[in-house]
C-alpha cells in the first residue's frame, strides 16, 4: 500500500521560504513520477511541479518556476518542495501525489499541509 505523508507547512511572509517534504512508503517508486499540487480556498487544485524518481527530471508550472524547486532523496524516499520568494497567492493546501511512469493520472495522494503566505 502507498502512502504518501506531506509535511512543512506553516505561516510565511512574503518574500519567504518554506520546505515541503514527502515522505512515500509503501513499493519501490523507481516507476513513478512524484508531484506537487496545491488547492487555494474557492478554487480548484492546480499542478505546481513533478519530478520523476528514477531520471530526476523535472517540469513546472509556469506560476512558480524559477521560485520553487523539486527534488527527492532516493535514499530517504522522500521528495521536497523548497519554495522561495513566496507571495500571498501562493497560499494553498498543498499535495504530494504520485502515478505509474506510463499513465497520466496520479493515484496517490498525501493528506495536504497547509501553507499561508501573509505578512
Known amino acids: 500500500q502507498v502512502q504518501l505523508v506531506d509535511t512543512g507547512g506553516g505561516l510565511v511572509q512574503p518574500g519567504g521560504s518554506l520546505r515541503l517534504s514527502c515522505a512515500a512508503s509503501?513499493?519501490?517508486?523507481?516507476?513513478?513520477?512524484m508531484g506537487w499540487f496545491r488547492q487555494a480556498p474557492g478554487k480548484e487544485r492546480e499542478f505546481v511541479a513533478r519530478?520523476?524518481?528514477?531520471?530526476?527530471?523535472?517540469f513546472y508550472a509556469d506560476s512558480v518556476k524559477g521560485r520553487f524547486t523539486i527534488s527527492r532523496d532516493n535514499a530517504k524516499n522522500t521528495m521536497y518542495l523548497q519554495m522561495n520568494s513566496l507571495k500571498p497567492e501562493d497560499t494553498a493546501v498543498y499535495y504530494c501525489a504520485a502515478r505509474i511512469k506510463t499513465l497520466t493520472t496520479y493515484d496517490y495522494w498525501g493528506q495536504g499541509t497547509q501553507v499561508t503566505v501573509s505578512s
Open positions: 519530478i520523476s524518481w528514477s531520471s530526476g527530471s523535472t
Open positions: 509503501g513499493r519501490t517508486f523507481s516507476n513513478y513520477i
